[in-house]
């Protein structure tokens, strides 16, 4: 807490019991207290006031070698709800971590945009699935949901112009092309490449 308020100091707690049940739902992950010593991936969270809301932050980090791997946030909260941002922050952290777990990502989760959130990390692995079918129809799909979920997370219409390219849809490719350069400021450079 990082707001000087003390009253916010419950809000640290709220978050951490939703996002450890949000992990724990997934059966994906393992969870143990930090203070356990056996944690392989720690989540920290911090709060900051901004006005009459909220900013919640988070960073995932290797315990052993306290290497941040992914920074999710902020993510604002109104102070007098700060519930609704705290799920939103779960998302993100349970897309996050999925994607970084996830072979079939390798090291791409953290060469894209914002992480997903969890909704939209299965819709993708959905299209990836398809795509690696060399099912593009189907993948295209798929990518569109991922992104119509989450639409702060830019790689789903990166990769569905990209299927769109395969099944030979050179003018949807670049009606998404020119959505995407509108949104350059928003993309990695993996992305933008």
Known sequence: NNTGVPTVDQVGPMAADWITRGLAETGLFDVVQDSAGRAGTVV???IYRRGDSLQLVAQISDAQSGRVLRSVGP????????LTGIEVLRGRIVGSLATLIDPGFGGLAVLTSQPPSFEAYR???DARDAANRFDHTTAVAH?????AMDSSYMYPMV???DSYYRLGQCDVVDSLAAVLRERRDRLTPYEAY
């Open 44 to 46: 920290r969270g911090t």
């Open 75 to 82: 993510v604002g909260a109104a102070a007098s709800d700060p």
């Open 123 to 125: 819709a993708l692995v």
């Open 143 to 147: 990518y569109l949901r991922a992104a």
């Open 159 to 161: 990769a569905a112009v």
